[in-house]
């Protein structure tokens, strides 16, 4: 399995912001966006997929959730994690088996591009999907994973026009408004602040869920938090 990050905290952005959650952030993507906020996530050259490496991320994630006893759920983050889904599934079985003494749920964050596999998809609790525009530098794509029950819809957004290109994107993919949320681009909490109110005032006229990235407020622009 390609990891780049294990850590604790609380789930700043998406359906469950505020839960405590451990955070597994994998390695490699395949889309190359202007503004990721971790681009070291690409970096290429340090692939470990030997059975060593993968106790050794197990056992970190598993130290994790025996310090905090309270944290229930685990956030596979990239990265993109969809790339790695073999590896996950056998992941979750050994964390699953090692817990089952207490409800352990696994939240994926995925840009969408891959379609999750049956035996993959039947250990997801849910996905929170950030379908990227063009303003992402990306070519048009679209989403995969179509899962409604279990997916809220992402886009990164930080003017107007962005916001225009989203709702476009939103019709043409045939997307449910209920379950997508305009994210406001930046890592900052000046940025978050700068950007809100105007987005704030399309998401009370389109009927779409604003979210402010809540680590960006506490944390600002860290790593591992
Ligand atoms: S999909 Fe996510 S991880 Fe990949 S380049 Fe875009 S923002 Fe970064």
């Known amino acids: 399995m390609v990891i780049s990050e294990i850590f604790h905290s609380l789930q700043g952005e998406g359906p469950t912001v505020g839960t405590p959650c451990v955070f597994v952030r994998l390695g490699m993507c395949n889309l190359k966006c202007n503004f990721c906020d971790t681009p070291y996530t690409w970096k290429e050259g340090e692939e470990d997929y030997s059975d060593e490496a993968n106790e050794r991320i197990m056992e970190a994630v598993s130290n994790i959730l025996d310090e905090f006893p309270h944290t229930h759920t685990i956030v596979w983050t990239g990265g993109e994690p969809m790339m790695q889904q073999r590896d996950l599934v056998a992941a ?18 995925t840009n969408g591009t891959i379609l999750a596999q049956p035996e993959f998809d039947r250990r997801i609790t849910r996905y929170n999907c950030s379908p990227k525009t063009a303003m992402s530098g990306n070519s048009k794509y679209t989403v995969k994973l179509k899962n409604f ?7 990164v957004v930080g003017n107007e026009e962005h916001c225009s290109e989203a709702l476009g994107e939103i019709e043409r993919q045939k997307l449910p408004r209920g379950r997508c949320m305009f ?6 909490a000046k940025e978050m602040q700068e950007r809100s109110p105007v987005i704030a005032e399309i998401c009370k006229k389109e ?16 790593r591992g938090v």
């Open 183 to 188: 994210m406001v681009l930046g890592t900052t």
């Open 92 to 109: 979750i079985d050994y964390l699953n088996q090692r817990f089952t003494s207490r409800v352990v749920e696994h939240e994926v964050e």
């Open 149 to 155: 029950e279990k997916t809220t819809y992402k886009f």
């Open 207 to 222: 009927g779409i869920r604003l979210c402010i990235r809540m680590q960006c407020i506490i944390w600002g622009a860290k």
